[in-house]
C-alpha cells in the first residue's frame, strides 16, 4: 500500500477519531475463483514468503494458484456459514459492537472501520473512508 498524503480536511466538518480493526483476511467466497485471489494476493508477498522473487513467482502462478484454489475452496466451504467467512461475520460483529459501545461512552465523533490485510475490504479502502468521515487522529487494532 502507497503512502497518500491527500488533504482532505473538511472545514464544516469536526475533526474526528478513527478506530481500524484489521485482520489477516479471507477470500470473498468459498469458490475457487475467490480463493485463488486470496491466495494470488496472500503469497505474492514477500513477508509471507521469503523466496527469491523471480522463482517464486512462477511457482506460484504455474503450479499453486492452478492447483491449491480448488482444494482450499472445499476446506472453506466446509466452515462457510450462510453469512459467509466466519472470521468475516465475526470482525464484522466485532466491529458493530465497537462502534456502538464507543458512541455510548466516547465524546465526539469516533469512527470503526474494519480491514483486511489480504483481500476486502482492504486497508487502503478503510483508510479512504476514515480520511473522507474527517479522521484527524487513528488508533490502529490488529
Keep these: 500500500m502507497k503512502y497518500t498524503s491527500k ?16 485482520n489477516l483476511g479471507t477470500p ?6 475467490a480463493v485463488r485471489r486470496y491466495l494470488a494476493e496472500f503469497l505474492a508477498d514477500p513477508r509471507v ?4 522473487r523471480l522463482l ?7 503450479v499453486i494458484l492452478r492447483i491449491r484454489p480448488g482444494h482450499v475452496a472445499r476446506a472453506y466451504a466446509k466452515v462457510w456459514t450462510p453469512q ?19 458512541n455510548q461512552s466516547l465524546p465526539g465523533p469516533v469512527h470503526v472501520e474494519l ?3 489480504y483481500g476486502n475490504p482492504s486497508i ?12 484527524e487522529r487513528l488508533l490502529i487494532l490488529p
Aim: hydrophobic share 50%; no cysteine; net charge positive.
Design 7 to 22: 488533504a482532505k480536511f473538511a472545514h464544516d466538518q469536526a475533526p474526528s477519531t478513527g478506530v481500524l480493526l484489521v
Design 28 to 33: 470473498e467466497a468459498a469458490t475457487a475463483s
Design 49 to 52: 514468503v521469503e523466496f527469491p
Design 56 to 62: 517464486w513467482r512462477m511457482v506460484l502462478h504455474g
Design 84 to 102: 459467509g467467512s466466519p472470521l468475516m461475520v465475526i470482525s464484522q460483529a466485532i466491529s458493530k459492537k465497537l462502534q456502538s459501545l464507543v
Design 115 to 117: 480491514a483486511m490485510r
Design 124 to 135: 487502503a479502502n478503510a483508510l479512504e473512508n476514515l480520511r473522507n468521515k474527517n479522521v
